[in-house]
């Protein structure tokens, strides 16, 4: 049954294209070779946790943390833990990542909790992205669950999950959960060509976090309090807000949050997309950096026939606004890491655009 | 199985009413390759069989070196991108050293066919990079887009059906674009803020505009030494079906060569032939901005925004000599403001090199044409609303700076 409805998938897209060579019969072909992998094959190697793997209980010396905002990855809830060796510390970075020590090992496992699942089973982990500072190099591993939740598996090349779930909205969408490749992870997590983590900045980090139910506390305070984080000067720390709680941030500032998450990785001098131009840190103050009256560089038709990034006030002549609502591959923004639109995070950039003054 | 295919495949036929003829028969090498091009060692080839390959996500190759990713030759490996689903690029490599790509075929990625930055050592060889049908808006934009890399080599391939440029280097140093057939793309090859590009024997025909020098604002460097020479630039004639708000949707149909606020260039031994609007037009940003921005020439500049990065909005050194610039139309294009313009300005007689004069200093400026056949001139002298406007090709007929051979 599977093989029909993905046949006729095609046979849609086919359809669609007028005039073009018609794709057909896809027979997947061994090109025979032997792959030597670049981690242990399961998840339950690495020893992170006891118990049933599913549980995702942490072994002692992993510690769970959030972030005030996190990226947005189709709708899927994470539960991130953090790794260090016994006796070793993370050292304080105003702005950037906290450097931490060799041996550490960021985990964020992504699932879906049994509210967002259309069956209503139980709680269903798609993967668990490890990253672990090896020497001076950050090494990205994606372990896929099966469908029984025993185990996870190193994935190389990537994949997909078909998967039926409600959106924030309540409505039900038909996911292609996807699972980057190990390049695709380097797309984001990378900074002049070295893989690095994105979220555990004292910004991000800045925030309270219920370790269990006698104890709720600040993470900074917390990961001082551990030993695992050194250098932490006196004085109010940067904050970055929650982007969908008004009480944590102005419109401008949770906008501005909500767009470095899920855009600045690239977006910035030292990432990826440096050739655009456009930045897109939190703490960027050039507008036109911003990309405010800024035409597109080689955005091609991801431009839509619209001469900037972000009109002042106008939303609708904004390219940024049309690009994070796509989901055509060629035009959408991020490039990888959803299938699905950001619904809430779309209406909060262009409210914030509607807003913004010429 | 293989009945429920071909069963499927026959009511494709029908359902779509698409002409009898063998089915493509596609194959999926996506997890494999994708897998050995990850876990590959260093100074590896890859090799890819001859056959008809579709892929659902972008390729990749990252933090490699002396990586040679080779098919079975141009249209006997095919990796097609029609049915893609992520990623913004069919082929993508980055943060690598000497790579060569070879002997394939890639088609219908949904963004840029082949994308290459910040590598240092790419060469493209004897590869075809196309949208299949007619050339449509909905086409990616580069088929072949080195960028923020250096020591980049694209030879003896093809390029076919970009919405943008077929072959685009942007923002890299020492270029070498040689030998390469070029059509029915917006521009046919472009360089932008690049510096030491040679472009030589390639031959562009058919695109809206045939070759592009463009330095842009607003980007990581500035472009300029470039030596254009023993091309064959022809009936560059198609409409321009660039998404607009690119730079390259002002390029007017019918354009030969295109400078766009660049210095140090020589073009030379080019055969430009039967390009209705321009032989050869040299812009500043200036007018760009006047014209994409809706506004009389000349009332726009560059918003101060814009000027940031020390950008010099302004072309100088310019050496147009010994080139064939003919063209046996009557009429520029008619859907261009260029075209309409010139039309108003010289009815009949389209000038064959054309500048806006639009100048930083005229103390310090430098523009020669010389030994070009029977080529016209016009100085539009936009700036001034074309009061000074002249076709006085004395005027600009001096021995140039000649930009000595980049490679040895």
Known sequence: MKYISALLSIWFFACSETHQQVPIVMEEVSLASDVELPGPEKLSEWNLFKGDLKNLQPVHGMLPYELNTPLFSDYASKLRFVYMPEGSSASFRKHDVVDMPTGSILVKNFYYDTHQLVSGDQRRIMETRLLVLEEDEWKGLTYVWNDEQTEAFLEIAGTTRPLDIFKADGKQVALEYSVPNLVQCKSCHEKNGKMTPIGPTVRQLNREYPYNNQLTANQIDRWKSLGMLEGVPAGNLPKLPVWDDETTGSLNERARAWIEINCAHCHQLAGPAKNSGLYLEYAQTDKYRLGVNKPPVAAGRGSAGLKYGIVPGKPEESFMVHRIKSKDPGTMMPEVGRKLVHEEGVALVTEWISEMKP | ?408
């Open chain 2, 1 to 408: 199985m293989k009945a429920t295919y071909l069963f499927l495949g026959i009511i494709l036929f029908i359902a779509c009413g698409y002409p009898p003829g063998a089915p493509v028969a596609w194959k999926s090498i996506e997890k494999d390759l994708q897998r050995k091009m990850i876990t590959t060692s260093d100074s590896a080839v890859i090799e890819i069989p001859e056959g008809n390959f579709m892929f659902t996500r972008a390729l990749l190759l990252d933090g490699k070196k002396h990586v040679t990713l080779r098919g079975a030759g141009v249209d006997k490996t095919i990796l097609s991108f029609a049915m893609q689903e992520e990623g913004a690029e069919g082929l993508r490599v980055s943060y690598s050293e000497n790579i060569v790509l070879e002997d394939f075929t890639i088609q219908d990625a949904k963004g840029d066919n082949i994308k290459v930055t910040d590598t240092d050592g790419i060469t493209f060889r004897r590869v075809k990079a196309e949208w299949t049908g007619e050339p449509k808006e909905t086409n990616g934009a580069y088929a072949f887009y080195p960028v923020l890399s250096s020591n980049v080599v694209i030879e003896h391939c093809i390029a076919i059906g970009a919405s943008d440029a077929g072959v685009y280097v942007g923002q890299s140093d020492s270029v070498v674009i040689r030998n390469n057939l070029v059509h029915h793309n917006v521009a046919g090859i472009e360089s932008e803020n690049s510096r030491w590009v040679e472009i030589y024997g390639n031959e562009t025909y058919q695109n809206t505009g045939g070759i592009l020098v463009f330095d842009l604002p607003g980007l990581t460097q500035s472009g300029h030494t470039t030596r254009v020479y023993s091309n064959k630039v022809y009936n560059n004639n198609y409409r321009n079906f660039a998404p607009e708000g690119n730079i390259v949707a002002s390029v007017p149909p019918g354009t030969g060569l295109m400078l766009l606020a660049t210095r140090n260039i020589e073009i030379f031994e080019n055969e430009i032939v039967d390009n209705k609007t321009l032989g050869i037009g040299v812009a500043s940003y200036d007018l760009i901005q006047a014209v994409g921005g809706g506004e009389s020439v000349g009332a726009s500049e560059v918003p101060e925004e814009q000027k940031a990065d020390d950008y010099n909005a302004y072309y100088n050194n310019i050496y147009i000599h010994h080139n064939v610039i003919e063209d046996s139309h009557i009429f520029p294009t008619l859907k261009n403001d260029f075209g309409l313009l010139f039309l108003t300005k010289f009815p009949f007689s389209t000038p064959d090199v054309v500048m806006d004069g639009i100048l930083e200093d005229p103390d310090t400026f430098n523009f020669c044409m010389t030994e070009n056949g029977d080529a016209t001139y016009a100085n539009l002298d936009a700036g001034n609303d074309f009061e000074g406007l002249n076709t006085d090709i004395q005027k600009v007929d001096c021995l140039g700076q000649q930009i000595p051979p980049i490679f040895l």
